[in-house]
């Protein structure tokens, strides 16, 4: 693993060092409460060799790390927080921060509250994605990110893998995230993390 703070001033962990980075890029979110450095050490081992991993962290203090947004609830939660912890994003994958003219793929995964800041991302940016990942996770239910979502009969759906753990949870977030998904996204549900690399692959252009 390699950190780094960022010129935009976020700290991050690579997977490869700066002169083997390659221009397929995975970006890995946190979960709340948690760190870059633990979804580094768990998921950079499901990357495709020719891939290049960044974890990210989110810009909120918590007791053991850091969270994306300060409320977990999936209903309705600061419409301000979410823009700000998407453009962090955004901020840190400009060419300009890599020194690379493209990216020929750009792929997420995000882990508990880090999927519902995938998914975020990928409703503000669609085209900036050709795939996400989200494991134990949730979309979020608010009216504003609603405007900005792809009508069933527009563009291109990107591919989703939603990977759940042990028995599907009773809350209404589930029954909304999978309405999202299957509307909104080529939706693909997996129980194992397994299906990452597979997935990775496939959307790999």
Not at 18 to 24: G, I, V
Not at 95 to 102: I, V
Request: hydrophobic residues 40%.
């Amino acid at each position: 693993m390699y950190p780094e703070t960022l010129a935009t001033g976020h700290r991050a962990i690579w997977s490869l060092p700066q002169h083997q980075r390659t221009t397929k890029l995975v970006l890995i979110f946190h979960d709340a409460g948690s760190t870059p450095e633990t979804v580094a050490e768990h998921y950079f081992c499901h990357l495709p060799t020719e891939t290049t991993g960044l974890a990210l962290q989110a810009g909120f203090n918590a007791a053991f790390g850091h969270n994306w947004f300060t409320s977990q609830d999936h209903q309705n939660p600061n419409f301000p927080e979410l823009l700000s912890a998407a453009h962090r994003v955004f901020d840190a994958v400009d060419d300009d921060e890599y020194g690379t003219t493209s990216y020929t793929s750009i792929q997420a995964i995000g882990i508990g509250q880090g999927a519902a800041l995938a998914t975020t991302l990928l409703r503000v940016r669609p085209e900036a994605f050709s795939g996400v990942i989200g494991l134990n996770g949730y979309v979020i239910d608010n009216p504003m990110l609603a405007a900005l979502d792809t009508p069933e009969h527009g563009a291109q759906l990107k591919r989703v893998l939603w990977i759940t753990f042990g028995e599907e949870p009773d809350h209404p977030s589930a029954e909304f995230a999978k309405h999202w998904l299957t509307t909104h996204t080529q939706f693909v549900e997996a129980k194992t993390t397994s299906a990452i690399t597979p997935f990775l692959i496939q959307n790999v252009s």
